[in-house]
């Protein structure tokens, strides 16, 4: 797969990452994915990433991808994503492109995931594949200008989990007064993989004591002050909105973290049962 890309597009085998999906354990078709790669660089164009993100889709229900312009520099991006989604290993492909000069892009990349994609959760299961590509080309002679990665990651990131696999609204699980960020970050993820807390989402139901569950079942064998209603927001679980803010204020500390989440579904069943079937 490499050596045709490389072929078709002109450029050395190095220069070229290989993103996959699909059924774990079922080998690709090689040789039809080679004439796909031939077939798909005949036509290229500079206006292609639409396509590509088209392209790039399984069980999404929409493209996801974005272009915004500052500082003399544009950065485009492309994601698939919508199940077996918890960084760091998710069933999720993003490719990015800029003309900017980004010099360490290693560095720059892994600072914007960390308050984008790694912020997000679907179904809490982790996956084989996972792969995010930054492409710069230096061309416009400019730096990225601050926030603009950011900016772009989370865009695609939220619009993955909103696009999770039968998901109808998204919450943001937000945790203060944590000992430490390892703590904050481990409780909000129990909060947002709470197939409990998920269904309340679902259903409007602003059941706080779910949230308190959640959150004793990531500090089992921690003393803790009780988790009353007075220290716990749910309020807007029952909103009618497509969206829900619920947070939990432990007194343990001044860390905080947030995970943004989808709601649990009688369609993510449906999918997820008939997958091969």
Not at 67 to 84: D, E, P
Request: proline share 4%.
């Amino acid at each position: 797969m490499r050596d045709a890309a490389a072929g078709a597009a002109g450029v050395e085998p190095e220069a070229v990452a290989v993103g996959e999906t699909g059924v774990i354990g079922v080998a690709l078709e090689v040789e039809a994915v080679v004439e796909g790669i031939r077939t798909a660089a005949a036509g290229l164009t500079p206006e292609g990433g639409a396509d590509f993100a088209q392209a790039i889709t399984t069980t999404d229900r929409a493209p996801k991808h974005c272009t915004l312009r500052a500082g003399g520099v544009t950065i485009s991006a492309q994601a698939k994503g919508a199940g077996m989604i918890e960084p760091g290993f998710a069933t999720m492909l993003c490719f990015l492109q800029t003309d900017a000069v980004v010099k360490d892009v290693d560095s720059a990349l892994r600072a914007a995931l960390a308050s984008s994609m790694e912020r997000i959760t679907v179904d809490g299961q982790l996956s084989t594949n996972d792969m995010v590509v930054l492409q710069a080309t230096g061309e416009a002679g400019e730096p990225l200008p601050d926030g603009l990665l950011e900016a772009v990651l989370l865009q695609l990131a939220l619009e993955i989990v909103a696009d999770g696999e039968g998901a109808t609204r998204v919450g943001r699980a937000q945790v203060r007064g944590a000992r430490d960020p390892d703590e904050a970050e481990r409780v909000a993820r129990a909060i947002a993989n709470s197939p409990l807390v998920k269904t309340a989402l679902f259903g409007r139901d602003p059941n706080w004591g779910r949230i308190a569950q959640a959150a004793g079942a990531a500090l089992a064998g921690e003393e803790l002050e009780e988790l009353g209603p007075d220290r716990i927001e749910a309020a807007e679980l029952a909103g009618d909105g497509r969206e829900a803010e619920l947070s939990i204020h432990l007194r343990r500390g001044d860390a905080a973290a947030h995970v943004y989440f989808s709601d649990l579904t009688y369609d993510y069943v449906r999918i997820n049962a008939e997958y091969t079937t």
